[in-house]
């Protein structure tokens, strides 16, 4: 398990840091931030050894202050602790435990910090085993794994994925957005967008009764239909014997033999 130690010595700051981050600089971050985490949460929805959340201070300061070493990832995800809400992830309160993954949306006033200083501290400081970062301007994804302390970039795949070992998920764009992805190559819904699949799926079952309710209405129809034509023939073929039976009294009642 990834962990930072602070020194035995240390006097222990209050607990429950509030989280120290800006707010975000536009809804479309604010979006695709919660987007990972909600299809993330939304996919694991049965798991409780996880945390994962966007835009909250993780503060790892090894003297555990909260005026100093302190970061406010877009995205991260913690493994091996408990799933609860946070003010904030406290290193030192976390039994030392540090993010597995940590991904970040560059915007123009941050892209140089996120491919740098923090690019830096994640792997210099928190150690973190996976970083990745997306930039939605130019469709820029780029990955990085800890390799005896330094970071790899991660090789994509055919379809420009990038696998996360600690997740078990590809990181992916779909449709301008940075998706997680399953192994099997589907993008994971968050629980609206599943409801909404759900409901659509039950639209066309819906659909489906109903057009085939309408062909058996229809084919009940020609049924009938064809039935009453075979009624109103039978009933013309009686006409026609009864006429023809009439005709034939007729003549013979004239003393005219029908036969002859």
Partial sequence: MHQLQPPADVIWPPTDLWSDEPPMESDWHRKQMQLLIDALEGHWHDRQDFYCSGNLTIYYSLTQRKSEDFRGPDFFVVLGCERRERRSWTVWEEGGRLPNVIAEILSDSTADIDRGLKKQIYQDVLRVPEYFWFDPQ???LCGFHLVEGWYEPLEADERGRLWSAQLGLYFGVHEERLRLITGEGAVIPTPAERAEQERERAEVAERQVQSESLRAEVAERQAQSESLRAEQERQ??????????????RLRSLGVDPQT
């Fill in 138 to 140: 130019s469709g820029e």
């Fill in 236 to 249: 013309r073929a009686e006409q026609a014997e009864a006429q023809a039976q009439r005709l034939v009294e």
